[in-house]
């Protein structure tokens, strides 16, 4: 099962992250594009640490709540 899903990683890295390289010759690139992208990904990856501390949070209060969930609860973590 290993091996069919390194196999499937090396597919996608070698098929879907080669055309984002991709670049005309003749045309020059914007000064706004590397700084949209940083921004972008910038404010992508606090809004889901901000999603998963309040997921996480919740879960813990249940918890306290309500010890007998434990299974229940764990189930939506992935939490073993």
Not at 7 to 32: D, I, K, R
Not at 56 to 66: P, Q, Y
Request: net charge positive; aromatic share 8%; glycine share 12%.
């Amino acid at each position: 099962m290993k091996q069919l899903q390194y196999l499937f990683m090396s597919l996608a890295a070698m098929f879907l992250a080669s055309p984002a390289f991709a670049q005309s010759a003749g045309e020059p690139v914007n000064q706004w594009v590397p700084l949209a992208a940083g921004l972008g990904m910038a404010l992508a990856a606090g809004l889901c640490g901000l999603g998963q501390g309040k997921a996480t949070a919740s879960a813990t209060e249940a918890l306290a709540r309500n010890p007998g969930a434990r299974p229940g609860i764990f189930i939506f973590l992935k939490v073993k």
